[in-house]
Structures are given as C-alpha cells and as structure tokens.
C-alpha cells in the first residue's frame, strides 16, 4: 500500500483592518508565553492543513478549539484553497463575543479583497 503525503504548506496571514489594526495580534501579544507557544503550534497545525480541532461557525469563519487553558480559539477563515487568513482568538469564555467579532473582520476583509480587485480590474 503506498500512502501520498503532501509536504506543501498552506499560506497563513493575519488580517489587517484599514486603519492597520490586527486583531489577532493584539490578542496574540496578549498571551502569557506558554500560551502563545501552544497557539503558534496550532497556527502550524493549520500550515499543514490539519483541521482535525476545527469546526466551522457559519459566514466563512472557522473555529480552532484547543483544549488546554481556558480552552483557548482561533479563529479564521479561508480564502481560496491554499491561504488561511487569522481573524482574532480568544477563550471559551468570551467565545460568542469572539466569534461574532471573528464574523464581522471576515466580512469586512471579503469587502476589502473585492474592492481591491474592482479597482484592479478597472486599471
């Protein structure tokens, strides 16, 4: 039996608004350092496309539940099928907060992303 095993990473960016906030970041930076560690092993995770921890919350948004902490998410969407873009994190706790704020970055980078191709398009 022969197993095929791809070595190609996903692309992975972190979402900034048009005032240069990065919500993600700011949530990232946060972290005490054992915490971000484990969240740097999930952004990893995501690289290499393993999705086993994720569930989608509707809208393009996607959950990543760690089970550690506070039980720990990150949140993000995917655009095309090799670019994951980081939309915030957060914690079980605040995680309807979380993910309606993850829903409204989405959205506003969507609209952002067809804007720039309008104006692309228009050149």
């Not at 393993?50 to 919350?57: D, L």
């Not at 095309?80 to 979380?98: F, H, M, P, S, W």
Request: a positive charge.
């Amino acid at each position: 039996m022969t197993y095929m095993v791809s070595s190609k990473k996903l692309e992975v960016e972190q979402y900034v608004d048009a005032e240069g906030k990065n919500p993600f970041a700011d949530w990232f930076n946060g972290l005490d350092p054992i915490a971000a560690a484990k969240i740097t092993v999930v952004v990893e995770k995501l690289a290499d496309g393993k999705f086993s921890n994720v569930e989608p919350t509707g809208g393009g948004v996607s959950e990543y539940k760690l089970d550690w902490g506070p039980g720990y998410r990150v949140y993000f969407g995917k655009d095309g099928e090799t670019l994951i873009i980081l939309v915030g994190g957060g914690t079980k706790k605040r995680q309807t907060a979380d993910i309606k704020r993850a829903h409204q970055v989405w959205a506003d980078y969507k609209k952002r992303k067809r804007e720039e191709q309008k104006k692309a398009k228009e050149k």
